[in-house]
């Protein structure tokens, strides 16, 4: 089963589509968890994950934006799909039922 | 960002794979943020990525061989002593009297033939010691690498004359004799070579034979150098000892 930023990842990467590659997917990433993003954690996930087979990536063009550097482009596999689609089935299950709101009232920080 | 940081990125960013560096380092510039943040950043990648590298067995194994810059280094130093004597022996030529010369046995021609000879077999244990540690690290060459030269300057400041050699106490309390003769010949005769080695070493287009060629040399050098190595430790152990009182012994 996919780990929490693994899930974020790919579903970054699906949700960008043909415009996915490193710094699009941490701009994504924080931008929806409003949460850092580090080029740590993102460019060896997206080693792991590749892998895995859960995605492909390779070098892309270069633009004046990025000092003329190329991008490293990602796209999800048909096995990355189901792989999010599996973790984020378990994760809807596993909520079914569960109000957080309700919760906020009995739980002390 | 500013200049300083882009070079302090670009310099971190060439322990990365060339193209992982190229993404990278675009991601920076496309991500507009401040030079600290930057290498922050960067940092924490080069940190993973070194990290994963040590999971292979071959950096563990170039970290047994970095204590052999010890070694070289005590070679240098003794060489050092031998290259202050026959420098002497040719500042003072006219001087000295030839009778002392011939009873000693020592001569120019005969002094400069020895010290060429153990100048390159130096240099040349420097450079396979270097290969095969560039052989084995590949990546983690800016590790073992400092290390390496780390343990060449340990074993020339526990080496050099003025801690350890009283016999010739005038010359050695000159500076020229004492720190800068030692630092020019570890520079020269060790730490350049070794340097090239690490880099032919870690080149993958090094030719096979030369790469064969190289890794015979380097099994002569440690074969030489592991019973010297062997011996240092018995003497030091047998001084400690005594220090302590003990009878020394060496079985």
């Known amino acids: ?109 | 960002m500013t200049r300083v940081s882009w070079w302090l990125v670009n310099v971190l960013s060439q322990t990365l794979e060339p193209g992982e560096r190229d993404a990278v380092c675009g991601d920076i510039a496309e991500s507009g943020e401040s030079g600290g943040q930057a290498l922050r950043d960067l940092l924490g990648l080069v940190v993973r990525r070194q990290a994963g590298l040590w999971k292979d067995w071959r950096p563990w194994l170039a970290l047994v061989i970095v204590p052999f810059g010890m070694w070289l280094s005590l070679r240098s130093v003794s060489l050092g002593r031998s290259y202050d004597l026959n420098l002497w022996i040719i500042g003072n030529y006219r001087a000295i009297d030839p009778v002392i010369l011939r009873d000693t046995g020592l001569s120019v021609l005969n002094g400069v033939a020895s010290l060429v000879f153990r100048s390159l077999l130096l240099v040349g244990s420097a450079w396979s010691i270097g290969f095969v540690l560039g052989s084995l690290s590949r990546r983690t060459i800016p590790i073992n690498g400092t290390l390496f030269c780390l343990t060449l300057l340990v074993g020339e400041f526990v080496g050099i004359p003025k801690h350890h050699f009283y016999v010739n106490g005038a010359v050695y309390s000159l500076t020229l004799y004492s720190v800068l003769l030692p630092l020019i010949l570890l520079s020269v005769l060790v730490l350049l070579p070794s340097l090239w080695g690490m880099q032919q070493g870690a080149r993958p287009s090094t030719p096979p034979i030369l790469r064969t060629l190289s890794w015979l040399a380097a099994a002569l050098t440690f074969g030489a150098a592991v019973p010297a190595i062997g011996f240092v430790v018995l003497v030091a152990a047998a001084i400690w000892r005594r220090g302590r009182g003990e009878t020394p012994q060496f079985n």
């Open chain 1, 1 to 109: 089963m996919l780990g929490e930023f693994e899930y974020l990842l790919i579903a970054a990467a699906v949700r960008l589509g043909e415009d996915a590659y490193g710094a699009a997917i941490r701009q994504e990433i924080e931008g929806t968890t409003k949460h850092r993003c580090s080029l740590g954690a993102l460019y060896t996930t997206l080693d792991r994950l590749e892998a895995k087979g859960l995605l492909e990536t390779w070098m892309g063009e270069a633009t004046p934006q990025r000092g003329g550097r190329a991008k490293r482009m990602v796209r999800v596999t048909a096995k990355g799909i189901q792989a999010a689609t599996a973790f984020y089935d378990a994760v809807t299950r596993v909520s079914r039922g569960v109000s957080w709101e309700a919760q906020r009232g009995v739980v002390r920080p």
